[in-house]
């Protein structure tokens, strides 16, 4: 049956340890003898039931595994479960515990506090050995003095380097490893200044002061110091890199020195050093990848139209005879010509024919860039190097190390830029922003200008000595309205690029567009003729290609067309309204007709074919619609 209170206090008064009854469902001490409330709560008349989790404190997970452990043994102890007394003072005690049999949530504890238990230990050993007499003193001479040859034995078996200092700097003791990894005998070491001998002078040569030395503040600030990068000198004058701990040591509650644990961190420092640097060559060649690889998207992505040299002209066959000549060189490129003649698509010509073509070419636009941005973009730049400078950041000379940098509009740099990149390439080596460092440079170099050199150096936009860096193996590339055979199979070649990347239905290229696109003068060359060729490819819907031309610039084509009698246009025109209504099949009106071809007016064109007596079997002429398409 079941237990009282009354019971229960009275069993637990009879107990000579303190003890008390929990109930595990509650979390409340049921009842405790004196000896548990004056050891939990500092009195012993305090009343129970309390709350025993506040004893258990942050113990409390590791007492909940001794109960189930209880629970399933039916009786344990433990050691490992901290106490804390009411004034929060943590107390070391072994638990003894044994469910009660009813109610079944309860359970006996016994506390045994181990600070008082060792005391009794200590005062039972001291009385035994008084009373053994002269002889018992002896055994423990003896025991002392194989234990301190042990702890020589230990010492001098550590694989650290141990040694200790007295409160004067004096040595007093040197294990074996400390002598091998430092070169000094014992004799050299012992009672003499340890500090003047092995930790005078810092890595750097600074002398190093005994008052700033963290040993010796051990012991006189009663301080333990952990540092993990210092240096020992050798006896042979080499420094070693070391970690050490200096701990203070005592004698009956008097500081009387320190004791030093080191061992020889040099090749792990030479390995971290190594590794850092590794580390930041990877770092280097990471952003460079990411750098090459947003300039190859840029270049996947570009408007560009074509990644070949198209045309059959004596120009072209020129320029590829000389991109084969240059490639497998690093002689610097020159490639001038005007605006939108593909001057970028040689240069990407010469790189992919080149050694070089692995890595990628770097296009550097000069006249794309402020001033104030010019250098840091093409030379680099270090973290703090200006106002903004956030972080490092490769330049594109750097970026291009080992393939090829592009140096579009090259004239358009400030001429201070000028010299400085003169300088390095010149040199083969290049310094970022605020840096002071060099770096090597292994790089093959295309420049290009719109104007001539000699007009550029002319006018000042171009430093002499620099064009003469760069003029190696000129380039030349001739403007659209000098070749302009190419035209048909260059747009041809535009427009099925253009209709591909756009998705849309490929138009067809007529006589009349053919004969439309070579008289123009395409002021802006290759690139006007892509800007044409793509819009007339959404215009024209699928059908016969719509050609919207530009109004071609005074002069521009007038000087290169022979001068024609008053018959001789006569006869073109009649020519002309004849491929017009062949195109058309003779439809004249309408959406397509031969009049919104000519953009006149219907009526006009009948006025027109009235008066030039154009019969239906001109038109109509099998071997000239054949002949003509």
């Keep these: 049956m079941p237990q009282t209170i009354e019971q229960i206090d009275s069993f637990l008064a009879a107990l000579p340890e303190p003890a008390l009854v929990l109930d595990t469902a509650t979390d409340q001490v049921v009842a405790w003898n004196c ?54 003072r943590e107390l070391r005690c072994e638990i003894r515990a044994r469910p009660l049999p009813d ?53 001098n078996a550590a694989g650290e380097g141990i040694y200790g200092v007295n409160a004067e700097g004096k040595t007093t003791f040197v294990n074996r490893a400390a002598r091998e990894m430092l070169g000094w005998t014992a004799e050299d070491l012992l009672g003499r200044n340890i500090h003047g001998l092995i930790h005078h002078h810092h890595l750097n040569g600074d002398i190093y002061p005994a008052h700033e030395c963290k040993i010796y503040q051990s012991f006189r600030f009663e301080k333990i110091n952990r540092i993990d990068d210092e240096v020992f000198w050798r006896k042979d004058g080499k420094p070693i890199r070391v970690e050490y701990v200096s701990t203070p040591i005592y004698d009956q509650q008097v500081l009387v020195g320190a004791v030093v644990i080191f061992r020889d961190i040099s090749e792990r420092k030479e390995n971290e050093r190594k590794l850092h640097e590794a580390l930041q060559e990877v770092a280097s060649l990471r952003d460079q990848l990411e750098q090459e690889n947003a300039y190859l998207q840029e270049a996947i992505t570009s408007e560009r139209a074509h990644h070949d040299i198209v045309g059959t002209s004596a120009a072209i066959k020129q320029i590829r005879s000389r991109i084969d000549l240059v490639a497998p060189t690093d002689a610097t490129v020159l490639v001038t010509g005007e605006t939108g003649t593909g001057k970028a698509l040689v240069a990407n ?89 060099a770096k090597a440079l292994d790089l093959h170099v295309i420049a290009a200008m719109t104007d001539s050199p000699e007009r550029t150096v002319k006018s000042g936009k171009l430093r002499e000595d620099l064009l003469f860096f760069l003029n190696v193996f000129p380039i030349a590339c001739a403007p659209l309205r000098e070749r302009t055979e190419d035209i048909p199979l260059l747009a041809s070649h535009l427009l099925d690029i253009t209709c591909r990347r756009l998705n849309l239905t490929r138009p067809t290229i007529t006589e009349r567009a053919v004969q439309q696109m070579m008289d123009y003068p395409w002021p802006g060359n290759v690139r006007e003729l892509r800007n044409v060729v793509e819009r007339a490819a959404i215009v024209s819907g699928g059908g016969k290609i719509i050609l919207e031309l530009g109004t071609a610039q005074p002069g521009a084509r007038r000087a290169a067309m022979p001068i024609r009698s008053e018959a001789e246009m006569e006869t073109m025109i009649r020519d002309n309204l004849i491929s017009c209504l062949r195109e058309t099949g003779g439809k004249v009106s309408g959406p397509g007709g031969a009049a919104d071809l000519l953009g006149i007016r219907p009526t006009t064109l009948y006025s027109r074919i009235r008066r030039f007596g154009i019969d239906e079997s001109e038109w109509k002429d099998t071997a000239g619609l054949e002949a003509g398409i």
């Design 35 to 88: 000896g548990a409330a004056a050891l939990l709560s500092g009195a012993p008349d305090t009343p129970a039931p309390v709350r025993f989790s506040d004893f258990a404190g942050t113990s409390l997970p590791r007492f909940i595994v001794f109960m189930e452990e209880v629970d399933h043994r039916g009786e344990s102890w433990t050691r490992d479960v901290a106490l804390f007394s009411t004034d929060k």
């Design 349 to 437: 010509a010469i790189h992919k024919a080149s050694p070089r073509s692995r890595r990628a070419m770097i296009t550097f636009k000069c006249g794309a860039v402020s001033a104030e941005e010019v250098e840091a973009e093409l030379f680099g730049q270090v973290r703090g190097a200006y106002p903004g400078s956030t972080r490092d950041k490769p330049g594109k000379l750097e970026l291009a190390h080992g393939g090829t940098l592009f140096l579009d509009d090259v004239s358009e740099l400030p001429l201070e830029t000028q010299g400085r990149l003169l300088q390095t390439l010149q040199t083969g080596t290049v310094t970022r922003l605020g840096d002071t460092r």
């Design 103 to 155: 109610p079944p949530a309860r359970v006996l504890l016994l506390l045994t506090d181990l600070d008082d238990f060792e005391k009794r230990t200590a005062l039972v050993e001291t009385a035994q050995m008084y009373r053994s007499g002269l002889t018992e003193w002896k055994r423990a001479e003896r025991f002392f003095a194989e234990l301190e040859r042990e702890n020589q034995l230990i010492l």
